[in-house]
T-cell receptor, first 115, second 114 residues
Framework: GQQLNQSPQSMFIQEGEDVSMNCTSS?????WLWYKQDPGEGPVLLIA?????ELTSNGRLTAQFGITRKDSFLNISASIPSDVGIYFC???????????????FGKGTKLSVKP | GAGVSQSPRYKVAKRGQDVALRCDPI?????LFWYQQALGQGPEFLTY????????KSGLPSDRFFAERPEGSVSTLKIQRTQQEDSAVYLC????????????FGNGTRLTVT
């Protein structure tokens, strides 16, 4: 199935560093979402973006919906150990009665702690 | 419970066996989704229910996959004659179904076909 291009695939962080990841698509989306998934758990929504150009923050997390509607980025400032995990971007073309539904996910960015 | 509950957490099936995976959505959530997540990949959409109606099954990979939600609450994903490529984590998600209602995911069922 279709997936988004998400980069980087993995990165190592040191506590206090800022982190940046992005997602691109060949098609336009109406909604961009960012999720975090810990081992053995389901994805948890971090930030949702609904308008081209929108910039939204959630604590130390900031995400933007690209002007072209084909890309999005997520920044994490002043990282802490519990930021470790896999981050997924997801785009949505259609809207099932207003609910976020048929999502297309990226392959994920794995955040690990620098040894 | 407070969240989406899936059972079993782990399922090992011999190739050719049928399996049934259960999802208990959050009470009152009208929308229910099934996703398949292969190892090292993002989740991929399988099917969508609004109450008991299956409105989209475009993501089901073959006719061996069947999902139902007969009373608009609990849902079951059934896979007949399992094959090795069916090995994955199957995630269920539910939402209120209102404008911009977020999806709440369960912790998934990890299916291993040997």
């Amino acid at each position: 199935g279709q997936q988004l291009n998400q980069s980087p695939q993995s990165m190592f962080i040191q506590e206090g560093e800022d982190v940046s990841m992005n997602c691109t698509s060949s098609s336009i989306f109406n909604t961009w979402l960012w999720y975090k998934q810990d081992p053995g758990e389901g994805p948890v929504l971090l930030i949702a973006l609904y308008k081209a150009g929108e910039l939204t923050s959630n604590g130390r997390l900031t995400a933007q919906f690209g002007i072209t509607r084909k890309d999005s980025f997520l920044n994490i400032s002043a990282s802490i150990p519990s930021d470790v995990g896999i981050y997924f971007c997801a785009g949505q073309h259609s809207n099932y009665g207003g609910s976020q539904g048929n999502l297309i996910f990226g392959k994920g960015t794995k955040l690990s702690v620098k040894p | 419970g407070a969240g989406v509950s899936q059972s079993p957490r782990y399922k090992v099936a011999k190739r050719g066996q049928d399996v049934a995976l259960r999802c208990d959505p959050i009470s009152g959530h009208v929308s229910l989704f099934w996703y398949q997540q292969a190892l090292g990949q993002g989740p991929e959409f399988l099917t969508y229910f609004q109450n008991e109606a299956q409105l989209d099954k475009s993501g089901l990979p073959s006719d061996r996959f069947f999902a139902e939600r007969p009373e608009g609450s609990v849902s079951t994903l059934k896979i007949q004659r399992t094959q090795q490529e069916d090995s994955a984590v199957y995630l269920c998600a539910s939402s209120l179904g209102q404008t911009n209602s977020p999806l709440h995911f369960g912790n998934g069922t990890r299916l291993t076909v040997t």
